[in-house]
């Protein structure tokens, strides 16, 4: 049947969506209310054509600007410089203190992402307009994260004050199952208590 | 953001997608190419209004009678009755030798599935009406599909003759690590070489 194969192949171009998981999904639909698959298309719709991205941060939004980026309790001269909205809100949920800015992605040499694909540009003249003092590097701990946090260092560290989250144990941890490089870390950045 | 939650939401209610993974694929989906969305959108409107069930097996299919019960090389005085259309798929890989019917479900006492809910009173309409001489229970090997298929041999036995998949070792198993339920089965069911 072509119509369920084409909804197959949408689902399929989902990240981290497998053929398989694509054909369970797909017949999944016929098997729920008209209404809820309505519903479903109508909000894809609407996701895609009304959530833009802040025009000052770069997070996804429904307006102009977003709350963050309106919020005047902030902290108004650090940014918190994050790969993606997602990671925003997830430091959202620790702290509501920090405004941020968002790279749009990580640069990449695996998947051929250049520092010129990423919102640097916008980075670089709201550090100069807003008058920042301190740009914290919160960009995953992973190799493409990693490469993107130092190309920003040696790119901003002459115009301000760069930090990068600290590495260390998880909370709730057990140390016997972390990795030796997480340890080293922790180890090599011991604090006096 | 109440349309990205939307979204998140309508993701969630598919099967086997958790909140974590709903909201990575609504995130995704803000991502990914305008024409891509609508097409995914389409799709699922177009799954939902113009597959529907074929009239005499019940499974799913863009016309009034499937392909399946088209085909006129197919073996006529046997059925093979399955749970769902993926069921039926799964078998037409193994085999195109033979006619289904599905049942559209099992008979389940936690999710309160009773016989009356599924397709049984067409399955014994047309084992009188196409002269049926075999039924083959290809229900899965799970708790709601044994109950299944031993509430239809119970209703069918005078009728025609029932049998039901073989069960044992699935082909390519290492022995040591197939539960002692199969190596029971595997064992009692033995054949000779």
């Known amino acids: 049947m072509k119509i369920l194969e084409n909804l197959i192949e949408s689902f399929e171009k989902l990240p981290g969506i497998g053929p398989k998981t694509a054909e ?8 729920l209310d008209d209404e809820y698959v309505k519903e479903f298309a109508q909000n894809l719709i609407d996701a895609k ?32 410089v994050v790969s993606s909205t997602k990671d ?7 702290t509501k203190k920090y405004k941020y800015f968002v790279l749009n992605g990580n640069i990449s040499l695996l998947k ?5 694909k990423l919102n640097i540009p916008l980075l670089l003249t709201r550090i100069e307009t807003e008058n920042i003092k301190e740009i914290i590097l919160a ?14 260092s040696n790119i901003l560290e002459n115009k301000v004050k760069v930090t990068r989250l600290a590495y260390g144990l998880p909370m ?13 870390k922790a180890i090599s950045g011991r604090n006096k208590i």
Chains 1, 2 share one sequence.
């Open 24 to 31: 369970r999904l797909a017949y999944s639909v016929l098997d």
């Open 49 to 80: 054509t009304k959530i833009k991205r802040c025009k000052i941060c770069g997070m996804y939004c429904d307006s102009d600007i977003c709350d963050v980026c309106k919020d005047k309790d902030r902290i108004s001269d650090t940014l918190i």
């Open 88 to 94: 925003a809100i997830a430091i959202e949920k620790a």
């Open 112 to 116: 051929n992402i250049t520092p010129d």
């Open 139 to 152: 960009t995953s701990s992973t190799l493409d994260g990693e490469t993107t946090a130092r190309y920003l």
């Open 172 to 184: 709730g941890s057990e140390l016997e199952y972390l990795d030796t490089l997480t340890l080293e």
